[in-house]
């Protein structure tokens, strides 16, 4: 996310704009989404398979414990759902296109990016066993994390270009940059420092003749952020005369930047400058540009979440979410990372993105499978709050049981309409859900997978959920099981707990060894007793 080119140019200017820092003995707020998704592309992780989660397990570990090393505490911070406003959408399609020809190249032996389907839930796994302070906001973070970083004096460690534009007052460390594997020593002690670069924004602005730095968030809209992408500013950029200063090769690849940034410089202040573009634009034009630009450009001032409650207290205020009337618990389960943005989506938006993964891209995507969970969820979920009901969800007249889903058909994106499962009133609640008691939460589980209790009464306590799970996926699955299939999965569900019991025992004895077994019968359960039987 962020500017694009932005980060290439800053870092073509490395030693104008950056510091070199010892960095130790301090706090850092880290941006989980960017270090997430650099850990997994940069550490020579299997992509083509599904996701190679041990592994990169054992590399987020080793990061938390490089900078615990170096007597750092990190803070991350995770994005939550879609902006409220919805201003991402055709930025958010554009990128679920590129995942999709991403995940296609590597389906069929070619490079790519695209992070495993549960690499989120692996990080924060990681994050807890680590008890590594974290927090999910309710919307994008970028703002979030920047008024933490001021609150606490602290720098930021991202990839995001965005961080180029934000007034730090410590500054931005790049990812790319920061040598957590290259731990040195302070001469003369023993205590360990991690290598790395910070931003300077301050020589940035004197870099372009002491340019006001409240000039920036305007260039960032006007080159071209996430969030603006108006014809009428490609209009206004072919009419103005940018100063490039200069013809090298480097000022031909950053000619916008570079232009946007010597023709922002002189103009004292954003106002001036936001005169200036509008004059370039069609009178009928000017006003509802005006009216989107400024509120881009808030975008990149101070929030006002104060995430330090957080961290402080176990509980913040989110004003956009507390307008919305949702329920306290689903407030805190989110904040903790106990929902995923997948809900906060679907109940503010009624619209959810489906996460492209590598697959076969003739198929049907991989989620059509759990679509009838999905069903139950967004029941779950409609009476959520009042403030809800009666938004207009880009649909006329709105269609209160339905969600749109946006997901992939064949190589390209399809917005398909899903209606929600009305459930019955002790359920039709979110507010009463938490309420319950375990035996009816228990009930409309297994009612959702479609798995009776007698099944699962013979198969230990850890392994329930996974073997209701399988049954789901049996029961639903395009193709037809074949026995191999089955014994694989449920091995691969021994494997785990067994390598515990060894390695933290030393020896596995064959009582503990037999509590697996009824969970094998299984195999021969489904359909009939015999594998023959399995197989048909």
């Not at 170096?70 to 911070?77: D, E, S, T």
């Not at 340019?211 to 009428?232: R, S």
């Not at 570079?258 to 936001?274: K, V, Y």
């Not at 509980?315 to 949702?326: H, I, S, V």
Request: aromatic share 8%; net charge neutral; glycine share 6%.
């Amino acid at each position: 996310m962020g500017i694009r080119g932005l980060m290439s140019f800053v870092e073509d200017h490395s030693n104008e704009f950056f510091t070199d820092l010892k960095l130790q003995d301090t706090k850092i707020i880290i941006d989980g989404y960017a270090l997430f998704h650099c850990l997994c592309f940069n550490s020579n992780l299997e992509l083509q398979y599904g996701g190679d989660y041990d592994s990169f397990a054992d590399v987020v570990q080793k990061f938390f414990e490089s900078l615990f090393a170096c007597n750092i505490c990190p803070y991350v911070v995770l994005d939550g759902g879609c902006d409220i406003s919805d201003k991402k959408l055709t930025t958010l399609k554009d990128r679920a296109r590129e995942k999709i020809q991403m995940a296609h190249s590597l389906s069929v032996g070619g490079g790519g990016y695209v992070c495993p389907l549960l690499i989120r839930e692996v990080f924060i796994q990681v994050l807890i066993k680590l008890q590594v302070c974290f927090v999910q906001c309710f919307s994008e973070a970028d703002r979030d994390i920047m008024t933490l970083a001021n609150y606490w004096n602290c720098p930021v460690l991202s990839s995001d270009s965005d961080f180029c534009i934000f007034d730090l007052k410590i500054g931005f460390c790049p990812l790319n940059s920061f040598q957590w594997r290259n731990m040195n020593t302070i001469k003369g002690t023993q205590d360990y420092y991690i290598p790395a670069k910070c931003f300077s924004l301050d020589a940035l602005c004197r870099h372009f003749s002491n340019m006001n730095k409240a000039l920036l968030p305007l260039f960032a809209v006007l080159c071209g952020n996430d969030h603006v992408n108006l014809p009428v500013v490609e209009t206004f950029l072919s009419k103005v005369r940018l100063p490039l200063g200069g013809t090298s090769s480097k000022r031909r690849r950053h000619h916008r930047i570079l232009g946007l940034l010597n023709w922002l410089s002189h103009f004292a202040d954003p106002t001036e400058a936001l005169d200036n573009v509008l004059k370039y634009l069609p009178k009928k034009d000017q006003e509802n540009v005006k009216e989107l630009l400024c509120c881009s450009m808030e975008e990149y001032q101070q929030s006002q979440v104060k995430l330090q409650d957080f961290f402080q207290y176990g509980t913040y205020a989110c004003p956009d979410a507390l307008n919305l009337g949702l329920p306290e618990w689903v407030l805190v389960a989110l904040a903790k990372g106990q929902l995923s943005p997948f809900i906060s989506d679907a109940l503010v938006l009624r619209r959810t993105i489906l996460h492209t993964q590598v697959e076969n891209m003739q198929r049907p995507n991989a989620h059509r499978i759990s679509l009838p969970i999905r069903q139950i969820i967004y029941g779950l979920l409609l009476n959520a709050s009042p403030h809800l009901e009666n938004i207009s969800w880009n649909a006329s007249p709105p269609q209160p049981l339905a969600f749109s889903e946006v997901e992939r058909i064949n190589k390209n994106i399809k917005t398909s309409i899903v209606d929600a499962v009305e459930l019955p009133k002790d359920h039709s609640d979110l507010n009463q859900l938490t309420e319950l008691s375990l035996a009816r939460r228990q009930i409309l589980l297994l009612e959702t997978l479609k798995v009776k209790q007698h099944i699962l009464d013979p198969v230990p306590d850890t392994l329930k959920l996974p073997i209701a799970i399988s049954c789901y996926w049996l029961q639903h699955m395009e193709a037809r099981a074949k026995l191999h299939h089955v014994q694989a999965l449920l091995l691969g569900m021994l494997t785990g707990p067994l390598h515990a019991m060894i390695y933290s025992s030393g020896i596995v004895d064959s009582a503990t060894l037999a509590g697996s077994v009824p969970c094998c019968s299984l195999i021969g359960k489904r359909e009939g007793s015999s594998a023959g039987e399995q197989r048909r």
